[in-house]
């Protein structure tokens, strides 16, 4: 799954459970310095991780048992690439849109996080042909707004 | 992990602490509306915070929608620089009243 | 592969190099922290899956391409399991034995290690017929000496 | 991670940090026996390692045991808590010579 200049750093497999992800972040946390991003870049990696896990636990297994999440962290020659897969029903990614901010309300905020707090995040059906596969990618030293 | 609510001058200041996510969002969302529900001005205390996500942050925009409709103020106090880049990148840090400390969110009048 | 009173908190799957290893002792010091460990106790069931994971990178793949390492972390009701796969060729459990710590000499200590940090350590071929299983059990609250 | 060499009234003093596992021990190794190769005493700063392995164990054993071939003296001094532990467990905590501090190890005669 990984091309010929990206490395696989580690592969992570948990239940889609909400009491999991402090164990993921931690390990996103460390692989991003092990990266050599800074802090600031680093929680930003993290925050990133935990909306995309986040939505598969409420969105993806909605309504049936929790299954699988499997976070992959890749290190390409300046990036870090997270591919976060799940195995619920395939998702038109065209309905995957942040909201306008302007409107007060709770929630809607993890998909406009992921695009603002990374270079590229990419949502589509897996090759696998189940479930979904949400990719995305930080550089090192790209600007912060 | 910890939720302390003291009561100071009239006010519940309620101390959050760690890592907030969506494990712990739905116990601090009750614990937050409740408090506003208490018809009192809340200040939530989030200097001890290092991490929030959009669940977090959620709970707080829904205690803050609650106390507006009470007619009670809802403020964040001393929010750590980390809780405070996730509010910017919400577009929320012009939205929430935002303090440095208890005894300046007790300076502006109810 | 977990009994009705295990339950997967997070399986890791990563290249045998040793670099990664401070990401994944970063996992397990988490896991460990997760389910109620003690500094000390965290401290110690580190180091044991440190030991175990080097003991697949110099020895399980010794001569050929480096492998993966596959890490399950089980949470039993009062213990943490961990669980080390290699792809290698399958040992004789009889071979995995500690040596005698009366000799001053470099190296040979990670057998030793592990069985005197864990509450049990098993080592035996995979059941999927490729490669060995090291099994290692930490009790909470077992007495360290 | 840092590996500081300085030279204190004639000894070799080295200072480590960090964690020190498979993937540092073979460079440390290499260090490690450089300094002792000088035919000077060399003392090992393990005040800010938080943890080693049963391979940076080895390459301290190896060391030890060249200094002893050479007719120098190899010693630790100010080593963590952690580290401790470690030297306990291999029953290596009265082979070699552990000193609080710098001071110490220089108050005993070569
Ligand atoms: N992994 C996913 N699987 C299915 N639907 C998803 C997934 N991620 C996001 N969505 C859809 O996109 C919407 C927007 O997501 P998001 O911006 O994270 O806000 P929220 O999760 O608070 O609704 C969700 O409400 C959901 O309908
Ligand atoms: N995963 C493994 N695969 C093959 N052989 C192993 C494995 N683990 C341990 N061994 C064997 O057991 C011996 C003792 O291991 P250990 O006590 O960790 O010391 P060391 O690795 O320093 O030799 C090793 O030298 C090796 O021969």
Known sequence: MSAANEECLLELRFPAQANRMVLVRDTVRSAARFCGFDEPDTRDIVLAVGEACQNVILHAYAGREAGTIVLGLLRGEDRLILRVTDFGEAIDPAKIEPRNLDELKPGGLGIYFMRELMDSTDFGPSPDGVGNVLQMTKRKGSARW | ?110
């Open chain 2, 1 to 110: 992990m910890v939720e302390a609510v003291r009561e100071e001058q009239g006010r519940l200041v309620i101390g959050l602490d760690g890592e907030i996510d969506l494990d712990r969002a739905p116990k601090l969302r009750n614990l937050l509306l409740d408090c506003v529900g208490r018809g009192r001005d809340v200040l939530v205390d989030l200097s001890q915070v290092t991490y929030i996500d959009s669940s977090g942050i959620a709970s707080l925009v829904e205690s803050l929608q609650k106390a507006a409709g009470n007619g009670t103020r809802f403020g964040l106090i001393a929010v750590s620089p980390e809780v405070m880049r996730v509010f910017e990148l919400a577009r929320l840090d012009k939205v929430f009243a935002i303090y440095p400390d208890f005894d300046a969110a007790k300076a502006v009048v109810s």
